[in-house]
C-alpha cells in the first residue's frame, strides 16, 4: 500500500524530465514503462534517503553531480545482455585478421602499444573475452616464429607493468610480433557497481556455461567463496590449483569446473586489462586506439546520441584502426572516413591510415 501511495506521488511531468535528462546526460533512451520508471524511483528515493521525485530531478540538474555517481539512478533499469564469448564472429575477426594485421603494421612501423576499448563493458565479461582472444592471437604468432622463450603456459612470456603485458616473439618483422609489443585493454561502463564487478574478475560457474573445457582450464582459476578480496581469491586459487572434475562417463567424459565454483580470472589475463567508469555521452579522453569494440551500446542510444558517439569513436581511433560493432547494429552516419571490411562473415569498420591527413594527425 504504501508503495502504491508513493508511486502516485511521481507526477507523469517528472517523469518525462527524468527521461530526457537521462537522455541529454548519458545518451540513453529509457524504454520501461512509466509504472516500472516510478517504481524504481520511489525505491531509489528510500535508498537515498530523499524526500520526492522533485529532490532528485533537482539533484540530476545539478552541474555539480559526479559523473561516476550521478549514474547510479540508472543502476537496475538498464537491461543489458553480457558474457562471455557473446559475439564469436567479431572475436574471429580480431583474433585471425585484425591483430595480425595490426602487428605486421607495428613491427614496421616502429615498436608502440596495442590498445583496445571495451566500450560499455558492463561487467567485465566481454573486456576480459577480448583479451583472451589477443593472447590466443599472440600466442598463435609466437609458435609460428619459433618462440624459445621462458613460457607462462599459454605459449608466451609475460611480465605485469601497470596493466600491460609484454608478449615477447622470437623475431621481428611481417606477421611476427615486434620483439616487446605492448598490450593495454580498457574497459569502461557508465554504472560504477558494474566495473567494481570487472575489477575483481571474479564470476559464477555458469556464466562460463558452453565454454570449451580448455578455455575455462587456460583462462580461470576455481575459488570457493566469491566474497573475498581479489587478492585473496588469487592466492586461494594458485594453493588449491585447477580443481577440475571429470563430467559424465567413460568415451563422453569432459572437463569443467565443479558445481557451484566461481572463477577467476587469471593474472596473466587481468594484467591485459584496466576498467574506469566513463558516461559515453561525455567521455573523457583516454587517448587513442587500434580497434573499439562498442558492442550492443548504440541501440539504447537516441538517433542523435548514436551519431555523436560514433563521431567520437572514430576520433579515438588511430589511423588504420578498427570499429567493432554487433552485426544488427550499422553505421549511421556517411560523413566519416570508414571503410568496411568483412572476414569470415562478420563486418567491421576500418579508419583509413590516409584519415591522418584528413583529421588533422
Avoid at 54 to 64: F, G, H, M, N, Q
Avoid at 287 to 305: E, K, T, Y
Avoid at 315 to 339: C, V
Wanted: aromatic share 6%.
Amino acid at each position: 500500500m504504501h508503495r502504491l501511495i508513493a508511486t502516485s506521488t511521481i507526477l507523469e511531468h517528472e517523469l518525462s524530465e527524468l527521461r530526457l535528462l537521462v537522455e541529454r546526460q548519458t545518451g540513453i533512451v529509457l524504454d520501461c514503462p512509466n509504472s516500472a520508471l516510478a517504481a524504481h524511483i520511489v525505491d531509489y528515493i528510500e535508498a537515498q534517503g530523499l524526500g520526492s521525485a522533485a529532490t532528485v530531478l533537482e539533484r540530476l540538474r545539478s552541474p555539480d553531480q559526479d559523473r561516476c555517481g550521478w549514474p547510479s539512478v540508472l543502476d537496475g533499469l538498464i537491461s543489458v545482455n553480457t558474457g562471455f564469448f557473446r559475439h564469436p564472429g567479431a572475436l574471429n575477426a580480431l583474433a585471425r585478421h585484425v591483430v595480425p594485421q595490426l602487428c605486421a603494421r607495428k613491427s614496421v612501423d616502429g615498436p608502440s602499444p596495442l590498445r583496445i576499448w571495451s566500450a560499455g563493458c558492463s561487467t567485465g565479461e566481454e573486456t576480459y573475452t577480448i583479451a583472451m582472444a589477443v593472447c590466443d592471437a599472440l600466442s598463435q604468432s609466437s609458435a609460428h616464429s619459433g618462440n624459445n622463450g621462458n613460457s607462462n603456459g599459454n605459449g608466451k612470456s609475460a611480465t605485469r607493468n601497470g596493466g600491460i603485458v609484454d608478449c615477447a616473439a622470437s623475431t621481428p618483422g611481417p606477421g611476427n610480433l615486434s620483439s616487446a609489443l605492448s598490450v593495454h585493454i580498457v574497459g569502461s561502463d557508465l554504472l560504477p557497481n558494474n566495473i567494481e564487478a570487472a575489477d575483481r574478475g571474479i564470476y559464477r560457474q555458469s556464466s562460463l556455461d558452453g565454454l570449451p573445457p580448455a578455455t575455462i582450464k587456460n583462462y580461470f582459476s576455481k575459488i570457493s567463496s566469491p566474497s573475498v578480496s581479489t587478492n585473496d581469491a588469487q592466492n586461494e586459487a594458485e594453493e588449491r590449483g585447477p580443481k577440475l572434475i571429470r563430467n559424465g562417463s567413460s568415451g563422453g567424459s569432459q572437463w569443467g569446473p565443479a558445481n557451484g565454483a566461481h572463477l577467476l580470472v587469471k593474472p596473466r589475463i587481468r594484467s591485459l586489462v584496466t576498467f574506469n567508469c566513463m558516461n559515453l555521452a561525455r567521455p573523457g579522453y583516454i587517448g587513442r586506439f587500434d580497434c573499439i569494440f562498442c558492442m550492443d551500446v548504440l541501440p539504447h542510444f537516441s538517433r542523435a546520441q548514436r551519431i555523436a558517439l560514433i563521431e567520437r569513436l572514430h576520433l579515438y581511433l588511430e589511423p588504420g584502426g578498427y570499429l567493432f560493432l554487433s552485426q544488427t547494429e550499422k553505421l549511421i552516419t556517411s560523413n566519416l572516413n570508414f571503410r568496411s571490411e568483412t572476414f569470415d562473415g562478420y563486418t567491421f569498420h576500418r579508419k583509413p591510415l590516409a584519415a591522418s591527413a584528413a583529421y588533422g594527425r
